[in-house]
């Protein structure tokens, strides 16, 4: 069985594992990386899958600001190769996207692929560049889910990061 959870601080290096293992040290290059470096993860909406004592998978969202409003970056997001496949990063979009809209969260980012995170209710930002990233990116792979009404159509601008915090470093990727 496989349960969908909160991070726990004893669950960090399992899912940090997950996350090096599928992206590899590239990872580090990536414009949404230099997003979430030196910033925490949003602690409440890191949540892990679980099967008996392991850890599957795992999705971490990083705060932005875009055009002066706040948004979250969904990713990484990764699944252990031998699990994949099965519907479980779905799962944990699905229920971490749920605790986001509950915590009053309005908007979701991403650089992915659109036929995959569209299962999840993403769709490319329209015009291409409205919002924009810092670094190169394929602008057919920025995508937005509203958790409010509107909330990715109005806003418009670069993806900025959001205030340093020290205590956890980012050991993220780019989700794309
Ligand atoms: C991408 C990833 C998170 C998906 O996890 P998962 O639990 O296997 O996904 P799900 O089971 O929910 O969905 C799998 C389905 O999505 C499809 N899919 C996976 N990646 C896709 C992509 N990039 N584009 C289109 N479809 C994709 C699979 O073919 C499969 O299709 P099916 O249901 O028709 O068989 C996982 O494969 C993974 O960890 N990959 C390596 C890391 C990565 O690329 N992460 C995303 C960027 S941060």
């Known amino acids: 069985m496989t349960v969908i959870r909160r991070e726990e601080p004893r669950d960090a290096a399992a899912a940090d594992a997950i996350v090096a293992a599928a992206f590899g040290p590239g990872r580090f290059a990536k414009s949404a990386y230099r997003l979430r470096e030196g910033v925490a993860a949003v602690a409440e909406l890191s949540f892990v899958a679980e099967e008996g004592a ?50 009053g969260h309005r908007a979701v980012i991403l650089v992915g692929d659109e036929p995959y995170y569209g299962r999840a209710g993403f769709k490319r930002v329209q015009p291409y560049g409205r919002i924009t990233m810092p670094g190169p990116v394929d602008y057919a792979r920025v995508l937005g889910l509203s958790l409010a009404d509107g909330a990715v159509e109005a806003m418009k601008g670069e993806v900025r990061k959001a205030a340093l915090d020290e205590r956890v470093a980012a050991a993220g990727c780019a989700v794309g």
């Open 54 to 103: 392991r850890i599957v998978g795992t999705v971490r969202y990083w705060p932005v600001v875009i055009g002066g409003e706040a948004a979250l970056m969904l990713g990484p997001i990764a699944i252990v190769a031998d699990r994949q496949g099965q519907g479980i990063a779905l799962a944990l979009m699905q229920a971490s996207l749920a605790e986001a809209k509950r915590l």
